[in-house]
C-alpha cells in the first residue's frame, strides 16, 4: 500500500533562512504523483508544488522547489528566502491511480518561522 | 471564478442527526472527492466521482453516503452522526481523474462537531 512518511513534526527556523521539509513516500506504481500542499491557521489546503514520477527535472514554482530523488523514494520540499506568512502545516502526498486519482497524505509537518 | 466552494463551515450536530454537507465546483472538473482530516492527521479519502452518476468508496466510507447528479454539486451525506465523524471535511476536485500528476484542488472545509 502506498504510504507517505514526515519524520518532523514540528520545525523553527529563522525568517530568510531556507527550510527543507521531509518526505519520502512508498509506491509500487510506475506512474505517480508527488505533492505539497500549505494549511494555514486558517484551515485551507493550499497546493504549492508537484513533481510526476518520470519528470527528471526537479520542480520548482516560486520560492518552493521540490527535491524528487527517485532511487531514495524522497520528495522534500525547500523553502527558500522563508518569510512569516510560511508558517503553517505542510503536507506532502503522493497519488495512486485505482480507478481514478487518490491522494494518500503524510501526517504533516508544522513550520513555524520566527522574526 | 469560486473554485471550489463548502457549505457550511462549522456544523454541531447530535448523535443520530443527519446532515448533508455540500460541496460545488465551477472549473467544469470531471473529478470530486471527499476527505476527512482528524486532529494530528493528514487527510484520508472518504469518496471520490469521476463524472456524474458515477461515485465509488476511498479509505473510509462508513457512515456516508454520496450522489453526484451534475458535474458541480457533490453532495456528501451523514446519515445517522457520530462522534467519530467529528472531523473536519474537505471537498476537492480535479479535472482528469485518470492522471496520476493531475493537481486535486480543495475547497475551504467544513468543521463538523458530533456531540
Known amino acids: 500500500a502506498q504510504k507517505i512518511t514526515q519524520t518532523q513534526p514540528g520545525m523553527f527556523v529563522q525568517e530568510k533562512e531556507a527550510v527543507t521539509l521531509d518526505c519520502t513516500y512508498d509506491?509500487?506504481?510506475?506512474?505517480?504523483?508527488l505533492f505539497w500542499y500549505k494549511q494555514p491557521s486558517s484551515g485551507e489546503m493550499i497546493f504549492l508544488i508537484y513533481?510526476?514520477?518520470?519528470?527528471?527535472q526537479n520542480a520548482t514554482e516560486g520560492r518552493y522547489s521540490l527535491n524528487f530523488q527517485k532511487a531514495r523514494k524522497s520528495a522534500n520540499l525547500v523553502i527558500s528566502a522563508s518569510q512569516l506568512g510560511d508558517s503553517a502545516m505542510y503536507f506532502c502526498?503522493?497519488?495512486?491511480?485505482?480507478?481514478?486519482?487518490?491522494?494518500?497524505f503524510g501526517q504533516g509537518t508544522r513550520l513555524t518561522i520566527n522574526p | 471564478n469560486a473554485g471550489v466552494t463548502q457549505t457550511p463551515k462549522f456544523q454541531v450536530l447530535k448523535t443520530g442527526q443527519s446532515m448533508t454537507l455540500q460541496c460545488a465546483q465551477d472549473?467544469?472538473?470531471?473529478?470530486m472527492s471527499w476527505y476527512r482530516q482528524d486532529p494530528g492527521m493528514g487527510l484520508r479519502l472518504i469518496h471520490y466521482s469521476v463524472g456524474a452518476g458515477i461515485t465509488d468508496q476511498g479509505e473510509v466510507p462508513n457512515g456516508y453516503n454520496v450522489s453526484r447528479s451534475t458535474t458541480e454539486d457533490f453532495p456528501l451525506r451523514l446519515l445517522s452522526a457520530a462522534p467519530s465523524q467529528t472531523s473536519v471535511y474537505f471537498c476537492a476536485s480535479s479535472s482528469r481523474p485518470g492522471l496520476a500528476t493531475d493537481t486535486q484542488y480543495f475547497g475551504p472545509g467544513t468543521r463538523l462537531t458530533v456531540l
Open positions: 509506491t509500487s506504481d510506475q506512474s505517480y504523483g
Open positions: 502526498a503522493t497519488s495512486i491511480i485505482q480507478g481514478a486519482q487518490k491522494l494518500v
Open positions: 472549473m467544469n472538473h470531471e473529478y
Open positions: 513533481q510526476g514520477s518520470y519528470d527528471e
